[in-house]
């Protein structure tokens, strides 16, 4: 189906988003939504014909582990409760070690790159005929933006794509800023990318703002849309008429003006790029590309091998491990830094009181505490792990916030037996009290 001109919808711009003119759906973060009911605004939104569609990010189909059944079924009953024609996820790996390589469970808290390997693409067409079977309706995704290229990869960003699409028979979700990122970041040619990749697979598009610095792109989706992103979905237009095309925003929210412009601005560019004389080549030369790679059986242990290398990989960036072999030293340690901060903003969120608390030492208080301890689960646990730390450390020299984390922390433990960290809590609290 088309579904025409769309915005992120997300709680901090929602009356935003409602008074918004000429916006056709709109799509939401999967896991902000509860399973059962939906925020007022999606309510509104829907009275009004407006479609919206679930956007996964916890899935991690291109990790070796299989999909986990009741996130599968969380997805498919968002999709059941928005009434919506697909739900899309990511092509990346979230989360790695456990049972397939006897190792602690760690949490990226971010998606990162699958290598264009055969064994990878092999694992990745499993766990997503896998959700297939398990979702009410059709699965789109997403290319995703990287800091970091895997050493020895055997595909192309647009022949791992084109590949997925033959053997799944998946939707695509094109981000055109994440094509820009890694043009930027890993030297790739986004129009080869589209020759390579089946046009006609696309869903729908992103389009996103980010920011350079170093030498590095960011992808931010806290800035305004770039003109060179702006160039990659002219490329794209000009080779396929996308069913949709949404304005992603998740940070730095601007006034709903500044939104209404940056949509009206990828309408222009739309209606200014439309198809090409060309098109047709560029389609005939992806079709012979696609059909010059070998055919391939699939290798037994592909799993496995796929599960040492993301886990020994995530370790490094998360852990402090020695990097695996082959990967840029200095890119490793600008994504492991990238995903501190990612943790720290997303923990502020979570528990605002924290910063409230701490003041202008939370973060750096938190990036310390993140460089030794992975995040093992979600970051409401991540949340009261750090806190923990600094309650047993007794690092707060004011005695006022050491009181209040203290009572912060009591009041979200829960009823249960208290263990050796709970019993450390009470007992510098008690002395507080008796001071």
């Known amino acids: 189906m088309r579904l025409g001109i769309g915005i992120g919808w997300r709680p901090e711009i929602a009356a935003e988003v409602e008074a918004l003119t000429g916006i056709d759906w709109v799509e939401a973060v999967?896991?902000?939504?509860?399973?059962?009911?939906?925020?007022?605004s999606l309510v509104r939104l829907r009275e009004r014909g407006v479609t919206v569609v679930p956007h996964g990010v916890s899935l991690g189909l291109g990790g070796a582990d299989r999909p986990a059944p009741e996130r599968l079924a969380g997805l498919a009953a968002r999709a059941e409760l928005l009434?919506?024609?697909?739900?899309?996820?990511h092509i990346a790996f979230v989360r790695a070690g456990g049972p397939l390589t006897a190792s602690p469970r760690l949490e990226a808290g971010h998606l990162l790159p699958v290598p264009r390997t055969w064994d990878a693409l092999d694992v990745l067409c499993e766990n997503v005929r896998i959700a297939q079977d398990a979702l009410p309706v059709p699965l789109a995704l997403e290319n995703i933006a990287a800091l970091i290229s895997w050493p020895d990869e055997e595909l192309t960003e647009g022949q791992f794509l084109a590949e997925l699409v033959e053997r799944t028979g998946v939707r695509l979700l094109i981000d055109v800023a994440n094509l820009h990122t890694n043009h930027v970041n890993r030297g790739e040619d986004p129009a080869k990318a589209l020759d390579e990749l089946p046009v006609e697979a696309i869903a729908y598009v992103h389009v996103a703002g980010g920011v350079e610095k170093d030498g590095v792109w960011h992808d931010t989706h806290a800035h305004p849309v770039s003109a060179p992103v702006l160039d990659v979905l002219a490329e794209l237009r000009s080779r396929v008429d996308p069913p949709g095309v949404l304005l992603e925003r998740d940070d730095a929210f601007p006034p709903g003006a500044e939104l209404?412009?940056?949509?009206?601005?990828?309408?222009?560019?739309l209606r200014s790029a439309a198809p090409v004389a060309g098109a047709r080549t560029h389609a005939l030369q992806g079709a012979l590309a696609r059909a010059a790679l070998p055919v391939r059986t699939p290798r037994p242990g592909a799993r496995d091998r796929t599960a040492v290398a993301q886990t020994s990989l995530l370790s490094a960036l998360v852990a402090g491990t020695p990097a695996p072999e082959g990967f840029d030293h200095r890119r490793?340690?600008?994504q492991s830094r990238a995903l501190a901060a990612k943790r720290a903003d997303v923990v502020a969120k979570v528990a605002p009181e924290l910063p409230g608390i701490l003041g202008d030492g939370y973060r750096a208080a938190f990036l310390s505490y993140a460089m030794s301890r992975p995040m093992s689960g979600g970051y409401r646990r991540d949340a009261m792990e750090f806190v923990e730390r600094i309650l047993v450390s007794g690092g707060l020299p004011d005695p006022v916030a050491q009181r209040r984390l203290t009572h912060w922390w009591e009041?979200?433990?829960g009823p249960r037996p208290p263990g050796r960290t709970s019993r450390l809590v009470?007992?510098?609290r008690a002395v507080l009290v008796g001071k």
């Open 332 to 334: 490793l340690r600008v």
């Open 260 to 269: 209404a412009a940056e949509l009206e601005t990828i309408r222009g560019t």
């Open 30 to 40: 999967a896991e902000n939504l509860c399973a059962d009911h939906l925020p007022d």
């Open 83 to 89: 009434g919506t024609p697909l739900v899309t996820e």
């Open 426 to 428: 009470r007992a510098a």
């Open 411 to 413: 009041d979200r433990s």
